[in-house]
């Protein structure tokens, strides 16, 4: 199997069957823009605070399914996270996400890791993740946080993604699910548990920006 990056191993795991999040699982969502914002930063494409991001470098070719979120971060000044959250997670019309996840959607059809499906009234595509890609990522995951060995940095970027998006449970038991976490929590309390630690800080923070929104709106 191809080699996945961070972004398109939380897709993998994220949508339901019919290649869709639902427009009720915000946290998914946010989730979702988490980890290609993180691939960016990774990437070195991206500098990110917790207020705004700034665009640093040209988006890699390898890269060019995040180019949706790439291009709407590429601006003569830095982005507010608010507006990417608000673009993304908290939009009438969903255009943002739905593009973003179209992108990510067929670099995996090319990949022979989804197919595409159309749906709805409208018959609106969506890209469906193949078994032999779930299950790929999910005992990549098993591998690292369930057996003894090191943990990379991107399988516990992952882990962070799918446990605060809401997206174990399908595919871990409550055991599992358990075991997990008491390793990410081990490696937060370790010497070189900073980098995890800034990991669950920086998905912290987004979802307690899109929080606000929805309150602010909400009134």
């Known amino acids: 199997m191809k080699d996945m990056t961070l972004t398109q191993e ?16 915000t946290e ?12 960016l930063q990774m990437e070195g494409c991206i500098c990110i605070d917790k207020k705004q991001v700034a665009v ?15 291009a709407f971060l590429d601006k003569p000044r830095p982005v507010k996270m608010e507006k990417v959250l608000e673009a993304y997670v908290y939009s009438f019309t969903d ?20 197919r595409q499906a ?6 609106t595509i969506s890209y469906v993740p193949t078994t032999e ?23 516990a970027a992952l882990v962070i993604l799918l446990e605060r998006g809401g997206c174990l449970k399908p595919y871990f038991s409550q055991f599992e699910q358990k075991e997990m976490r008491a390793r990410l929590k081990a490696l937060l309390n370790s010497p070189n548990g900073k980098l995890v630690k800034n990991m669950v800080d920086y998905v912290e923070n987004m979802i307690a920006i899109v929080t606000v929104l929805v309150t602010a709106h909400s009134w």
């Open 28 to 39: 998914k969502q946010v989730c979702l823009v988490a980890a290609g914002l993180l691939e």
């Open 10 to 25: 939380y897709f993998i795991c994220a949508v339901n069957g019919k290649g869709k999040i639902s427009g009720f699982s």
């Open 95 to 114: 255009r943002y996400l739905k593009e973003l996840m179209a992108s990510i959607g067929k670099e995996l059809v090319a990949m022979g890791l989804a």
């Open 133 to 155: 890609a779930i299950h790929g990522v999910t005992d990549m995951v098993r591998a690292e946080l369930l057996e003894d060995g090191e943990v990379t940095e991107d399988i």
């Open 56 to 70: 640093t470098a040209p988006l890699p070719a390898e890269k060019q399914y995040l180019m949706p979120l790439y």
């Open 118 to 123: 159309a749906g709805g009234v409208f018959g």
